[in-house]
């Protein structure tokens, strides 16, 4: 089966729209992560009370067989509000679920966890 000119035409046309979705499927990422920088940054510093109520990991792979490891915890303050926020990996470490202290956090960004 041979296409030849049309064949080439459409694939072009493909290709420039996958081209276009995968371009703007990056640029809608950039602009999320940098509103919700922006928001963490223009959120108060707050410490509260706070209990450690679970951890989560959440693992992604990769092509090249690599992977990468996200941490988050869910703390539960004073009023029963509960919030999950992410973390790094050492950090995770030290907080063990049904550990009490105050939690410092600015927005949905970690700060710190003082343990009682």
């Known amino acids: 089966m041979n296409f030849g000119y049309r064949g080439y035409i459409i694939f072009e046309y493909m290709f420039t ?4 979705l995968i371009l703007g ?4 990422m950039v602009v999320k ?8 940054n223009n959120s108060p510093r707050l410490t509260v009370e706070a209990k450690v109520m679970s951890k989560r990991t959440a693992i992604t ?3 090249d ?8 915890v ?4 004073d009023s029963g509000d ?3 926020l992410p973390m790094t990996g050492s950090e995770y470490g030290m907080l063990a ?5 105050k939690l410092t956090f600015q927005g949905t960004r970690y700060l710190s966890f003082e343990r009682k």
């Open 82 to 84: 509960r919030m999950e």
């Open 97 to 101: 679920e049904g550990d009490v202290g």
């Open 25 to 28: 499927v990056i640029v809608i």
């Open 65 to 72: 067989s690599m992977s990468s490891t996200r941490y988050y």
């Open 74 to 77: 869910t703390f539960q303050v």
């Open 33 to 40: 992560n940098i509103a919700t920088w922006n928001k963490n």
């Open 61 to 63: 792979h990769h092509h």
């Open 17 to 20: 729209i996958a081209f276009i």
